[in-house]
């Protein structure tokens, strides 16, 4: 199984709080065309980054990957501004090393910044395994328009549980389920600092999804207990992922 990582960064808004959405291109081999978090595998720079430590690597894959494919940057001190931000993308699309990166802006990471939210892990079924941390954390201050990295994102932005929900059931975004169920559970809360107290209220224990028959219906089931409204699914047009 493949060890990977995606940040949740909340921006709160209006009436409800708005996170940071990118969409997959269509020819990525993995969840092509679909609406997801920033996030991707934890390389062996981030392990080097967070010497040794897995939960650390984690982090830092998170931070990575969002500022690669989106140019927000979150767990960075100081706070970088976005143009800056900018820059550490062209840098990381270019290939160059994260650590150097930081080195040459003279950044540090900020861990603490981010929390663990959930652990998805698809069964034997799935041809691509990933095991996923969630993190949340707050989205940096200011004006930040995202800039979907090219070839692998086709766009960015700032977008709501339940707007999010409602395209899908439109036609208009495609989500996989672990994205789904996510959105979900984001969208019980009003702010950050609720969301904040949900992930550290339920234990982020490795979730994978099974199929269940009843009444001639097949469903895929989830934990209870772990936050989700919503724990079983009819299997028809639900996306795996």
């Known amino acids: 199984m493949i060890p990977a990582a995606s940040l949740i960064l909340v921006r709160e808004a209006g009436d409800a709080p708005e996170y940071l959405m990118v969409e997959r291109s269509p020819a990525m081999a993995f969840a092509a ?30 931070i990575r990957e969002c500022i690669e494919e989106s140019a927000v940057a979150a767990g960075l001190d100081p706070p970088p501004s976005p143009e800056q931000a900018r820059s550490i993308q062209d840098s990381l699309l270019d290939g160059q090393k994260f650590a150097q990166i930081l080195e040459r802006q003279r950044l540090a990471l900020n861990l603490s910044t981010l929390t663990c939210f959930a652990r998805w892990q698809p069964g034997p079924e799935v041809s691509r395994r990933f095991d996923t941390i969630f993190f949340v954390a707050k989205a940096p201050e200011g004006e930040w328009v995202p800039n979907a990295a090219s070839g692998e994102c086709v766009a960015a ?20 389920f672990p994205t789904r169920k996510t959105l979900e559970r984001l969208a019980l809360h009003d702010n950050f600092a609720a969301i904040l107290a949900d992930a550290r209220k339920h234990p982020a224990a490795p979730i994978t999804p099974v199929i269940e028959a009843a009444d001639g219906v097949d469903y895929i089931r989830i934990p209870d207990g772990l936050g989700y409204p919503v724990t079983r699914d009819p299997l028809t047009a639900k996306i795996r992922g």
Do not use: C
């Open 33 to 62: 065309g679909a609406t997801v978090f920033p996030g991707g595998r934890i390389d062996p720079e981030d392990e080097e980054l967070a010497l040794g430590d897995p939960a650390d690597a984690a982090k830092v894959a998170a």
């Open 157 to 176: 932005r700032w977008v709501s549980a339940k707007a999010i929900l409602d395209e899908e059931v439109r036609g208009v975004t495609k989500l996989i």
